[in-house]
């Protein structure tokens, strides 16, 4: 990882002290998709409210 954040701080080291989720032990992972531009992807515990919930409303 060579990003760096506004702060000067490596972004991969950002994304390993963030909370990714309030519901439950989410990991996260940051991958650069192109020069310059990163996509942070949340992994949610299989029984997170937050996601089930969000499921639920892709349903609709
Ligand atoms: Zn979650």
């Not at 192109?34 to 609709?60: E, I, K, M, Q």
């Amino acid at each position: 990882m060579t990003g760096r954040n506004a702060f000067g701080m490596p972004l991969g080291e950002v994304v390993e002290h963030s909370q990714a989720c309030a519901d439950c032990d989410a990991d996260s992972r940051l991958s650069e998709v192109s020069p310059g531009v990163y996509r942070l992807t949340t992994l949610h515990d299989p029984t997170c409210p937050w996601f089930a919930a969000y499921r639920r409303g892709l349903n609709r």
